[in-house]
């Protein structure tokens, strides 16, 4: 059958909620087997995305097929194949994890053995308390399990890692990495970047409802327009001449003692050097790999990350009073 | 491909809802008080006084006034009150719109609460019905197949009754808040605060007509063998039909 290779089919969605264009325009060709990101700040559409894929929301234009079957129209059988973990879902508050587990299983044809799947979730020391006593942490692992209870084809992961310490955290990417092993597809919602850089095959950038890029995350990092950047503090004036003539450098940019330089190659090192030589004392120095945030940039002008943003454009704002 | 007929949640599946939607009704020990204490507590109160007054047929005012009036309590909490505020922290939760992305309908939670308040009210008329027996020597009704068949009906009318407030209200604690005010404005009318010759003409028709009044109007003839007014019957299928209409109209899952 031509098409049934690609396990995520989206075509031409768009959404509307009231005044506000949520997805606009989106499509999306996931093939099996793929761990596929969906990456965006706050607001981008990313969970309203998920959501028309899962067919929990109708969409105002467009189509999806998941599997080959219509996310509307075949949802019933679509159903047994589809895992999801909603953001912020809810369950049976005064039920344990381990009846949870039992009555989720119940609805699958072949549902995974329960011990096993709390132990691999790492909640088997917790499987006898009531879902309104575990912590967030345990609450998102859980949503996690019965996401997989079923032995689904495709999942839909949301907000995957939020709320989970370190430990957990990887606990959580191992978890995934290993669906990918059995060959299950993946659509990981995540604004966290080292998590969509270490897990994802494809990642798709939104930004206000649109897919602004769409490539693998080391694909989207060369988009940066820079490979590596080095930033340090300089108590004298530096004169940009000084730089830019330097091997592999490719952009100086100083705003007051701060100076960034991108580039490649050995930037750091020839930095240095050449800072050395010239007798200029710096502090501060770091030298960085470009990331995802940094394509992320210069594709939208904006930081992936909101709060993080504010930071450095208050941290700005008191060097501009200076 | 593989095959990917439909599978609906089988028996298995069935049986586990239930014992879950079991489990959380008994864990919210709260909520088995209204239905089970507070009609035993006025079973109790009214009991001694009224076991020695007889009516008819060899049956006393505990029968004939006070029991249809308990049953009829157990019925309208558990249908009124507890089911709408489970649906609606349902709904509110989330739990709904995480079970529309199963194989499992929410259709089933629904199912699952009615039995398990069927069930609910079960005990409540049991538990009743045994202290009043045992402790205050009640007697079973003359008319015992109409009794029956009046508790069947009016159970399926406070559910109805109580779907509305699943439908209309916005929170699990408007559901209460509703739910508790429309059960004692229906008693109150239906004569559960004293006999209804203490009100208005006018209201007290209107109290017989509507659903607790004319469940325990029915259910008291049946008990003392009269027959039962076809008005009391009419009120309470009306009730259940204008129930059925306006929660299929306006029930949202989510």
Not at chain 1, 97 to 118: K, M, W
Not at chain 2, 106 to 129: D, F, H, R, S
Request: charged share 20%; net charge neutral.
């Amino acid at each position: 059958m031509p098409g049934t290779s690609l396990a995520v089919e989206a075509d031409g969605l768009h959404k509307r909620y009231r005044s506000k264009v949520a997805v606009d325009e989106v499509s999306l060709s996931i093939p099996a087997g793929e761990i596929f990101g969906i990456l965006g700040r706050n607001g981008a559409g990313k969970t309203t995305t998920v959501e028309l894929v899962a067919g929990l929301r109708r969409p105002d234009r467009g189509t999806v097929r998941v599997l080959g079957l219509d996310a509307q129209r075949d949802r019933a059988r679509l159903r047994q194949l589809l895992g999801v973990q909603l953001q912020e879902s809810h369950l049976h508050a005064a039920l344990t994890v381990a009846e949870l587990v039992r009555l989720y299983g119940t609805f699958y044809r072949d549902p995974l053995d329960s011990g096993e799947l709390i132990e691999s979730v790492g909640l088997t020391g917790s499987r006898d308390v009531r879902f309104q006593n575990l912590s967030g942490g345990q609450q998102q692992r859980l949503s996690i399990a019965l996401a997989l209870v079923g032995r689904p084809r495709v999942v839909i992961l949301d907000e995957l890692t939020t709320g989970l310490d370190p430990e957990a955290r990887r606990q959580m990417w191992s978890t995934v990495e290993s669906l990918r092993d059995d060959g299950v597809t993946v659509l990981l919602v995540s604004h966290a970047m080292e998590e969509v850089e270490r897990l994802c095959d494809r990642v798709a950038l939104l930004d206000a409802g649109r897919v602004v890029a769409l490539d693998s995350p080391s694909g989207l990092v060369r988009r940066a327009g820079f490979a590596q950047r080095v930033t340090f503090l300089a108590a004298e004036p530096v004169p940009k001449r000084l730089l830019e003539g330097l091997d592999g450098v490719e952009r100086v940019r100083a705003d007051g003692g701060r100076v960034v330089v991108e580039g490649r190659g050995d930037l750091l090192q020839v930095v240095s050097v050449a800072l050395v030589r010239a007798g200029i004392v710096v502090t501060e120095t770091r030298g960085e790999h470009a990331t995802l945030d940094d394509a992320f940039v210069a594709l939208t002008g904006r930081h992936l990350d909101n709060e993080r943003h504010d930071h450095e454009r208050q941290d700005d704002d008191k060097e501009a009073l200076r | 491909m593989t095959d990917i007929s439909v599978h609906r949640p089988g028996l298995r599946s069935w049986a586990e809802m239930l014992t879950c939607e079991l489990k959380m009704v008994v864990r919210d020990t709260a909520g088995l008080i209204v239905p089970i204490g507070l009609p035993m507590l006025i079973l109790v109160m009214n009991a001694s006084a009224a076991g020695e007054q007889a009516v008819a047929n060899g049956r006393t005012a505990l029968d004939v006034y006070v029991l249809p009036l308990v049953f009829t309590m157990v019925v309208a909490t558990t249908g009124i009150v507890n089911m709408p505020s489970f649906l609606a922290y349902y709904r509110r939760s989330g739990i709904l719109r995480r079970l529309a992305v199963t194989p499992a309908s929410p259709a089933m939670v629904l199912i699952a609460q009615v039995a398990v308040g069927m069930l609910q009210t079960g005990l409540g008329i049991a538990a009743a019905w045994i202290l009043a027996m045992v402790a205050f020597g009640a007697k079973p009704p003359v008319n015992a197949g109409a009794a029956i068949g009046i508790l069947a009906l009016s159970t399926a009318t406070m559910y109805a009754v109580g779907m509305i407030v699943a439908a209309l209200a916005p929170t699990p604690n408007s559901a209460v808040a509703i739910g508790l005010s429309l059960f004692f404005a229906l008693g109150a009318l239906g004569g559960m605060f004293g006999g209804r010759s203490g009100l208005p003409d006018v209201v007290a028709t209107v109290g017989a007509w509507l659903p607790f009044g004319a469940s325990v109007q029915a259910m008291s003839a049946a008990w003392v063998g009269a027959s039962v007014q076809p008005a009391h019957l009419i009120g309470l299928v009306v009730s259940l039909l204008l129930g059925g209409v306006v929660a299929a109209a306006c029930f949202r899952w989510d």
